[in-house]
């Protein structure tokens, strides 16, 4: 059974930063994808950040990029998102997604508040 859990929410003032990790665990990947959705209140879930374990650059949303940095730890299977110049629009649940043979999984969410 494949299981995948965040940790690394919290509070924190605008500017600030967070580093959330997500752990994949229950067999042996290969050939997937590890990345980072986030859902605020009222609002559907939208991408952040993902990185292949393929191989090639890392990819964003726009609205993060040049404040956040998804990176990968492959003997961990894990992946994290470092988010620097923390504004309140980031405020939302953020979930890690493991896509691997055309199948999703998900975590159970962290909460990320930024206060202005």
């Known amino acids: 059974q494949v299981q995948v859990v965040e940790s690394g929410g919290g509070l924190v003032q605008a500017g600030g930063s967070l580093r959330l990790s997500c752990a994949a665990s229950?067999?042996?990947?290969?050939?997937?994808?590890m990345g980072w959705f986030r859902q605020a209140p009222g609002k559907e879930r939208e991408f952040v950040a993902a990185v292949s374990w393929t191989g090639g650059s890392p990819y964003y949303a726009d609205s993060v990029k040049g404040r956040f940095t998804v990176s990968r730890d492959n003997a961990k299977t894990t992946v994290y998102l470092q988010m620097n110049s923390l504004k309140p629009e980031d405020t939302a649940v953020y979930y890690c997604n493991l896509r691997v043979g055309g199948n999703d999984y998900w975590g159970q969410g962290t909460q990320v508040t930024v206060s202005s």
């Open positions: 229950g067999r042996t990947f290969s050939l997937y994808t």
